[in-house]
């Protein structure tokens, strides 16, 4: 299942006090949690760019767990998709 996180991508980044190379392009990031919000693991595949942007915010999202709890009913290990294409 997908969920989709209610923390803006802003706020993860600011959490997290990172630069990311801003680089335009799709870039959607895969964040697998549990129920209690830990980042299990974070997939960047998905992401246009250099390998700088794709490492840079994999690390945020590691940095930044626990993330907001997911959606209640959503399977453990279940994946949020974040759009970081802004990022």
């Known amino acids: 299942q997908t969920a989709h996180l209610f923390t803006s991508p802003d706020e993860v980044l600011e959490m997290v006090a990172i630069e990311v190379p801003h680089e335009s ?3 959607e990031v895969q964040v697998i949690q549990n129920e209690r919000g830990d980042v299990l ?9 250099s390998a700088a942007r794709k490492s840079q915010l994999a690390i945020a ?3 930044a767990s626990p993330l907001p709890m997911p959606p209640a009913g959503l399977a453990p290990g279940s994946s949020l998709t974040l759009d970081l294409s802004d990022y």
Do not use: L
Request: some cysteine; proline content about 7%.
């Open 61 to 63: 999202m590691r940095r």
């Open 25 to 27: 392009g799709p870039c």
């Open 41 to 49: 693991d974070v997939d960047t595949g998905a992401c246009t760019g």
